[in-house]
């Protein structure tokens, strides 16, 4: 058992750090929030030339070979930073669904692109009033005709659908109506995408398939049996959601301690009061104790080992841990804390989306209790 | 990082759980909750000694076994999961004997080390006093030197295992003039010396929990002082840092964990959505804080004394045993106030004991509100209040 990171996950670590704290200020990420766009072309590319893209994907791909817990380390600290963009939405459902699916043929195609920087995936997975990941509910539907399929239905809270160059699409295959998944050229005119406005000013999108058209060799995976493929991307997205809380509660946590040092009221630092103190204990408690619960389930998961029960509690845990970490450190901050002046409601609303995104915590304690035979 | 045990320590856990099966099976006890500290058991300290499971982390020389502290948690974990009556060896197993082996002088190691690892020395603490609770170094029990001598008066409370201590681990004030940290030594009392008398007392679940112990004039040899004189209040600290670091703290109650579970299984309760979630809240709660304390076995193997780490991970780990007892009470409805012994009593009335029993997880050992100044101050460095 060890608890550290190694040298070169330190080194990772330390140069995501020092290179986030250079592009990626609150002024920019403001920029980001109000653009249409809600990313950077530029730093985009040099997210790729950094290699940050192709981290966790084999070399003959163009990757760096590395693990998936080092892309975790990658993730903290993006979430550290509120990065804005769809560096979740391209890696970790986009290309790594496509490594795990994908034929030979698929992968040489497109995630040399994708580690490059040149394109963007994303995954079009929920849908109107699904909230429970359950295949039963899915009513997108992809009609076999011609070699091709024609997929029609509305998809929702897609990330970065409005940029997409692809979509990973979830639909029902009929006859059989069971779950297959597709890679579609997000372009196409019959798809219609519009943004939606989200607490986290992220971009998540309604996508509309209008009869669009793909052709039978952009099945991802197998015909009518996707769906425990799409079960391990909601493992992978939940553990990789939780990584970038970890980095978020922890700078909140190290912000929220800075800040009960420096203000002074009653001619002390608030800090020195111990009804202070003991908030700032609370929320170091819910930081470690996220942190190892979600390092354990992305170790569990890079070393790929069965982790259904161990994903379920870091999602369960950090939902709402980070819950009472807000409530203590917008106490903690006062008045300040709540206005737009302030650095802290970037991660607030960040945190609350991420704890929305791929499962929360009624969703993931009803896997525990089903991992644990109730 | 690597959550994984070694194949030799999924070996030793293994070997612990068929060890501890196959006493429940041949009916030498029945797993209890707070069995560690409330389970005496001389036989039971014995076989495991046999084992060579006490001072396992303590060098060769003295009888350790020279091994992690991951594995005395790996022990200590299934010893508790199992409920087994430890609490003979217990305090000396997991505090005084390394205070000695940090602080004591060669002599102290030699005469104590091996007793205890062998089974055959037991102790107890006396730290508390009746006006020295989270303010320790207030305390007023005094030695006062006399030739190789030191002649010890006052008042110790709040100790556990006492009647079945031969020994104390006694902290006292020997320099009434130095400023209060720097006045305190520790020192071995025999539990037999002539003056020295202990009144049991009861707790909320009408167990004899701790005792009083008084000292009057009680005599003790000089080289019963463990460490430097007058240093006595930094040993405390150092030693408490242990007393908190263990898996005690979240799995005092845990046979009731167990059997709730399973009582919740076989009359379908955990088939209610409401009982299903407060269960897998539980398990969360319970893995989360295992994590915690594992790491605190970490630091210690680095050669760290933990500190805030000990701190974080006992106090949440005594909110979740508290959970438990609640949540297992109102599972069982009218019949959890049923206590051990009575008709209808559901889980051998482990959960009113929980409930009960529970309250003074958060107090023993450093309250809850004393570990997050630790915490607060030595962890996040904030300004002491």
């Known amino acids: ?374 | 990082m690597d959550f994984s045990f070694t194949e030799e320590q999924n070996k030793f856990r293994q070997e612990v759980r068929n060890f501890l099966e196959e006493e429940i099976k041949k009916g030498y006890w029945e797993p209890a909750c707070d069995a560690w500290v409330q389970g005496f058991d001389p036989e039971f300290t014995k076989r495991v000694a046999q084992r060579g499971w006490i001072g396992l982390t303590w060098p060769k020389e003295y009888g350790g076994e020279e091994r992690s502290h991951v594995d005395r948690l790996i022990l200590t974990e299934e010893m508790l999961r199992y409920g087994a009556p430890a609490a003979c060896h217990w305090f000396g197993d997991r505090q005084v004997g390394g205070a000695i082996l940090s602080f004591g002088s060669e002599e102290l190691k030699k005469e104590f080390l091996p007793r205890i690892v062998k089974g055959g020395a037991y102790f107890g603490l006396g730290m508390s006093e009746p006006g020295a609770g989270s303010d320790l170094a207030s305390l007023q029990t005094k030695a006062v030197e006399d030739g190789d001598y030191y002649v010890i008066s006052g008042q110790k409370t709040w100790a556990s295992c006492a009647s079945f201590a031969q020994y104390f681990d006694v902290y006292v004030r020997t320099d009434p003039e130095a400023p209060r940290h720097r006045g305190i030594s520790e020192f071995i009392v025999d539990a037999q010396a002539p003056g020295l008398s202990r009144i049991p007392m009861t707790d909320i679940t009408s167990t004899e929990a701790w005792n009083d112990i008084f000292f009057d004039n009680v005599r003790v040899h000089k080289r019963y002082l463990v460490g430097e004189k007058n240093r006595g209040f930094y040993q405390v600290l150092h030693q408490l840092d242990y007393e908190r670091s263990g898996m005690e703290r979240l799995m005092g109650n845990y046979p009731l964990f167990d059997a709730i579970i399973q009582f919740a299984k076989e009359n379908k309760l955990s088939q209610e959505p409401i009982i299903r979630s407060k269960l897998a809240q539980l398990q969360i709660e319970f893995e989360v804080g295992r994590l915690l304390i594992y790491r605190v076995a970490l630091v210690m193997g680095e050669g760290r004394a933990p500190n805030w780490e000990s701190a974080m991970s006992k106090a949440y780990s005594t909110e979740f045993e508290k959970h438990l007892a609640g949540v297992a009470m109102e599972i069982l409805g009218p019949y959890g106030q049923l206590m051990s012994g009575s008709k209808l009593a559901p889980l051998r009335g482990m959960a009113s004991h929980s409930y009960l029993g529970s309250k003074g997880y958060s107090l023993q050992a450093g309250t809850t509100e004393i570990l997050k100044n630790i915490l607060a101050v030595r962890g996040l460095g904030l300004p002491s209040s």
């Open chain 1, 1 to 374: 058992m060890k608890l550290t990171l190694t040298e070169e996950q330190e080194m990772l670590k330390k140069t995501a750090r020092g290179f986030l704290a250079d592009k990626c200020s609150k002024k920019f990420i403001k920029q980001m929030e109000e653009s249409e766009t809600g990313y950077s072309r530029e730093l985009w590319q040099e997210m790729a030339e950094l290699g940050w893209m192709g981290l966790a994907f084999p070399e003959k791909y163009g990757g760096g070979d590395m693990s998936f817990l080092d892309l975790a380390v990658l993730l903290e600290e993006m979430g550290r930073a509120c990065l804005p963009g769809p560096f979740f939405s391209t890696v970790v459902l986009g290309g790594l669904t496509i490594l795990d699916l994908g034929s030979e043929e698929q992968k040489q195609e497109y995630l040399p692109k994708l580690i490059r920087g040149e394109k963007v995936f994303t995954l079009a997975l929920t849908e109107p009033g699904y909230n429970t990941y359950d295949a039963s509910s899915t009513t997108v539907e992809a009609t076999p005709g011609g070699g091709s399929y024609t997929i029609k239905g509305t998809k929702l809270f897609v990330s970065d659908a409005h940029i997409a160059d692809y979509l990973l699409c979830i639909a029902r295959t009929k006859p059989k109506n069971e779950i297959t998944m597709f890679l579609a050229d997000a372009k196409n005119p019959r798809i219609n995408c519009t943004i939606l406005k989200t607490i986290a000013g992220d971009k998540l999108c309604e996508v509309v398939f209008d009869q669009l058209s793909v052709p039978g060799v952009s099945i991802l995976g197998q015909l009518d049996r996707g769906w425990s493929a799409v079960q391990m991307i909601i493992q992978r997205a939940a553990v990789g959601k939780c990584c970038e809380m970890v980095g978020n509660i922890q700078r909140v946590l190290e912000m929220t301690v800075d800040y009960a040092k420096e203000r002074k009221q009653f001619d002390r630092s608030i800090g020195s009061f111990q009804v202070i103190q003991h908030y700032c204990a609370d929320m170091a408690t819910d930081v470690d104790s996220a942190r190892f619960s979600t390092y354990q389930a992305a170790w569990m998961l890079s070393e790929g080992l069965p982790c259904t029960k161990e994903v379920a509690i870091a999602k369960a845990w950090i939902g709402e841990a980070s819950q009472r970490v807000f409530a203590l450190a917008h106490q903690i901050h006062g008045a300040i804390g709540v206005t737009i002046e302030h650095d802290l409601h970037y991660y607030t609303r960040r945190a609350k989306a991420a704890e929305i995104a791929f499962g929360d915590a009624s969703f993931y304690r009803e896997v525990v209790a089903r991992e644990m035979g109730l």
